[in-house]
């Protein structure tokens, strides 16, 4: 009797929102819609992107916000006077990647590290679209800095490389997570392998920048490690989370089904040598569930690699961003520093956190 009173209530909540739904796209043929009411920092659940072309903020320049939630478009011309810009072409359609660099010497450069920050993007329990605060104090000369002090503290050259439609590149952020932003960030490697001579590389991705090296292990030969943090990284299983989480189902705002699955093509990542893989997680992350993670690092157990798992402490209250112990793991890897070092290094980053 429970269990068929669950399933009355979750078909109510679906009809009543693909009703709401509908009344949203009636409002918004209409030229009204939730995010437009004097508000550009906020986007309606079913309010549709009205990309722009793309800024080119630079030094201390913040990035755009509304950009960020509605996409920006680029061409040839226009990317090549954005800093750093690649243009690279996927499905017959171009986006300008833009990547921050430090630390890279003339000539070759064995190896790199690469960051991939998480989403920008957050949605309110009744599926409204905005923008994080962190976001909204980020800059080219931030980003540039803190690259510094990674590559320093590395001893190795490092790469921020900005996923479509956030921190100057162009794109839209509200299709992350699919197969063409994988192969965006896969070429956008390919241009810098050769640009700089680089020979491999170790990742560091935190959440949905989780997603990407995880994918980008099934995919190259010269993935070397990689450190993730609170990672997207089984995403059938967070698709079922979120879809009963918020007040509105999830199927109702995106398609996860258009999602790549990390997970599901673990058997092509390379075997000899075998990466060293970090998968860093806190237990009661309330973002991106625990048990996703721990299913990921299993079913890599299951095929003969060797995963690392540590537990954190994210901050509260949602306990998911854990982007510098990602960062402070690579590059400890980057130094051929032990698994005992790493997590002694990822502890103490724990107790400042709870003394602070």
């Known amino acids: 009797m429970n269990s068929i009173k669950i399933y009355m209530n979750r078909r109510w909540r679906v009809a009543r929102w693909r009703f709401s739904r509908f009344i949203f796209v009636v409002f918004e043929i209409l030229g009204f819609s939730e995010g437009s009411e004097g508000n550009e920092k906020l986007l309606g659940p079913f309010e549709k992107p009205q990309p722009q072309e793309l800024r080119i903020p630079q030094q201390s320049e913040p990035f755009d916000v509304v950009e960020a939630l509605n996409g920006a478009f680029s061409s040839p011309e226009h990317c090549a006077r954005v800093p750093n810009g690649l243009w690279i072409e996927v499905d017959g359609s171009g986006e300008c990647i833009r990547y921050y660099t430090h630390g890279f010497a003339d000539g070759e450069n064995a190896i790199a590290l690469v960051y991939f920050s998480g989403d920008v993007m957050l949605r309110t329990s009744q599926g409204a679209r905005h923008i994080s605060q962190a976001y909204m104090v980020a800059s080219p000369l931030k980003i540039e800095r803190d690259l510094a002090a990674w590559s320093a503290e590395a001893q190795r050259p490092a790469i921020f490389l900005a996923r479509p439609g956030i921190y100057g590149s162009s794109g839209d952020h509200n299709l992350r997570r699919r197969p063409r932003e994988i192969e965006l960030m896969d070429r956008a490697l390919d241009f810098l392998k050769e640009s700089f001579k680089i020979s491999s590389f170790i990742l560091a991705g935190h959440s949905g ?30 698709a079922a989370y979120w879809e009963y989480r918020r007040e509105i189902p999830g199927k109702l705002l995106d398609d996860a089904t258009t999602y790549y699955n990390p997970v599901d093509e673990i058997a092509n990542i390379r075997r000899e040598p075998k990466p060293a893989i970090y998968v860093i997680s806190d237990p009661e992350d309330r973002s991106v569930p625990f048990y996703s993670q721990l299913y990921y690092v299993r079913r890599l157990r299951s ?28 590059s400890l890897l980057a130094r051929g520093r032990s698994e005992k070092d790493v997590r002694r290094a990822l502890q103490e980053i724990d107790l400042l956190q709870v003394k602070s």
């Open 303 to 330: 095929i003969g690699l060797d995963p690392r798992h540590i537990y954190a402490h994210a901050p509260p209250p949602q306990r998911h961003v854990l982007a510098e112990h990602a960062k402070r793991a690579a």
């Open 209 to 238: 920048g989780g997603q990407i090296a995880a994918a980008l292990l099934n995919k190259r030969s010269d993935i070397d490690a990689a450190a993730i943090s609170s990672g997207l990284v089984s995403v059938k299983q967070v």
